[in-house]
């Protein structure tokens, strides 16, 4: 009677590699062409914006009255303003600022909004009847009446410019993590979570989140230009950044006014807002499709 033979094992080397989540997402991502120019145009302009203004002999302060509003040359590239102060180095400070409120009132209303909506489509019931009519109850109280009794109360303060516009986009973000936790929480993988004991907290942050990564990404990256939208709004009305400091908000409102005598002063502001709302919106679209879970591995 023969010995039937041993079955030999692959080699290790052959044997296929796993992969993260994250390492399949960059993969992804690389291959999303309009994703990764995004993300290159944000990276230069952060970094202009970061170390700009110190390779430029030129303050952002600095007047030249004599010089007016020039247009661009080879002194002054962008050409200056009607106080004859670089627009460059303006430009470049202001992109500081501007991405500075961008990110941290964002950040703000990302903290707030992902926690609130969780919580709410999670529990469900009378919990979250009571979370989303108190939602409802702040969409209904004018933003601009709102800022105003801040400013009142403790100052005209650029930290409280983020904590003011942070309070009040986490809205927005907080419905739709709630519809998003509403309809992942009834698949199976969470009903095995559940079955296994896992408690409520674990459940939440562990394996619902992770799942809605995408559409939380896809609103950060809009919300960012609209907190600046909203930053070049209260500036308008006095409320937001104060001079002689600036921000891409008030360079296009100034630059609207003067337009027809001295385009360059809206022109270039506006070109860069544009790329930076271009970018964001390329590489949210990228990263939505890139941490999308469910989604093939290539």
């Known amino acids: 009677m023969s010995v039937p033979a041993t079955a030999t094992l692959p080699a290790p080397e052959a044997l296929e590699q796993g992969s993260s989540l994250g390492h399949d997402a960059w993969l992804r991502l690389r291959k999303n062409q309009l994703a990764v ?20 002999p030129y303050g952002y302060e600095e007047q030249k009255l004599e ?16 106080l004859g102060r670089d627009l460059l180095v303006r430009l470049l400070y202001g992109g500081r600022i501007s991405l500075g409120v961008g990110l941290a009132a964002t950040f703000v209303a990302l903290t707030i909004g992902v926690v609130y909506g969780a919580v709410a489509g999670f529990f469900g019931g009378k919990l979250d009847a ?47 993590v709630r519809s998003q936790v509403m309809a992942v929480k009834r698949m199976e993988f969470i009903e095995a979570a559940r079955a296994l004991g896992f408690g409520k907290r674990r459940i939440i942050f562990r394996h619902i989140l992770p799942n809605i990564l995408g559409p939380i990404i896809v609103y950060t990256t809009l919300t960012i230009p609209a907190v600046m939208l909203l930053e070049a709004f209260l500036s308008f009305l ?39 709302l271009f970018s964001l919106n390329f590489l949210g679209d990228g990263l939505r499709d890139a941490l999308d879970v469910r989604s093939s591995k290539d």
Not at 67 to 82: E, I, N, V, Y
């Open 238 to 276: 006095g409320l937001g950044v104060q001079p002689p400091m600036s921000s891409w908000g008030v360079l296009i409102k100034d630059g609207a006014e003067k337009m027809e005598e001295f385009s360059w002063l809206l022109v270039f502001p506006a070109a860069l807002f544009s790329l930076t």
């Open 130 to 176: 009571v979370l989303m009519r108190i939602v409802d109850i702040m969409y209904s109280l004018p933003f601009p009446i709102f800022v105003i009794l801040l400013m009142v109360f403790f100052g005209k303060n650029i930290i409280l410019l983020f904590v003011a516009i942070g309070a009040v986009e986490w809205l927005t973000m907080a419905r739709i």
């Open 67 to 82: 010089l007016g509003a020039s247009p661009p040359g080879a002194m002054h590239w962008l050409g200056t303003d009607t």
């Open 37 to 56: 120019f995004g993300l290159v145009c944000l990276a230069v302009v952060a970094v202009l914006c970061l170390v700009g203004p110190w390779l430029l």
